[in-house]
């Protein structure tokens, strides 16, 4: 399907632009939020829960800290985790999935086997093993900076994650590999690298795109899993000051603000972004429109 079509299908869906739109108003929080509040996310005030108002927006917890400040700084962390894990599974999904339906044989064997063999491991395990050993504030563990930890997870998540991704444009590349276009590119003698490049990635594309967005909704869930868990890239990342806010009694001691508020923003994110792929679902499969 080509990108004109696309567009002009998702321009008469509503949804698809009101869940853009929330998503794109949640990422320019966390890009230009830490330059909205003079505060850092693990700086102590003199207030305590103080709730929401012009000087602090999202009010300030029972332990001094500006809730704002927490949040953005936060989801600037949890997104940056989720970005990296969608790109490193969607990269390796790809180019697995490329390779396999265009050569088949051997290469196709192996990357089914390594499918399979991810689909049979208990990547929650492992992803919490790894959690433990980089242990964030713990003692114990192997002394890393934040942005190794954060690195370190993501790729972790996105190396669990490619296995469907591979399966799914597999599926499509060798349906593309026997059709007209690309069996008279053969014959005019592009290698396969120039017909793979030239051919078979521009019909794909549209569909890559929606693989990535899949992959990010995948892993900024799995992301929040394993802060709801512990398992965090930063001290500050936006679920687990949630899971600290609850469990420094901010909901006995009556700072709602404090769960709420952070929440109702990673509610918003993640459900954005399922509805986005939703959307892109419809257009891409037909058989799931409703009329």
Known sequence: MSSRRVFTLLRRKVSFWVCLAVLLSVL???????????????????????????EHPFGVDNLGYDVFS????GLRVSLTVGLIAAVVATFIGVT???LAGYYG?????VMDGLAMFLLTIPSAFILIMIGAFYA???EGGVAMSE????????????????????RAVRSQVAALKVSDYVYVSRLSGNSS??????????????????????????????????????IKASEWSLFARVMQWLQMGALIAG??????????????????????????????????VRW
């Not at 927490?70 to 700084?73: E, F, G, I, M, P």
């Not at 044989?105 to 064997?109: E, S, V």
């Not at 892109?280 to 799931?288: I, M, W």
């Open 255 to 288: 700072v709602w603000w404090a769960w709420l508020l952070p929440g109702v923003v990673v509610v918003a994110l993640i459900t954005s972004l399922y509805l986005l792929v939703y959307s892109l679902e419809e257009v891409f499969n037909p058989r799931l």
């Open 28 to 54: 320019l929080l966390s890009v230009v939020g830490p330059w909205l509040t003079p505060y850092k996310p693990m700086q102590v005030l003199p207030v305590r829960a103080q709730p929401p108002s012009p």
């Open 105 to 109: 044989g051997l290469i196709d064997y």
């Open 96 to 98: 697995a999935g490329v």
């Open 136 to 138: 964030a504030g713990g």
């Open 70 to 73: 927490a949040t953005v700084y």
């Open 193 to 230: 690298l120039k017909v793979i490049i030239k051919d078979i990635l521009p019909n794909i594309g549209s569909y890559v795109v929606l693989v990535f967005v899949i992959q990010l909704a995948n892993a900024l869930g799995t992301v929040v899993t394993l802060e709801f868990l512990g």
């Open 147 to 166: 942005f190794e930890r954060i690195l370190l997870l993501g790729v972790a998540v996105g190396a669990l994650s490619w296995h469907w991704t591979a």
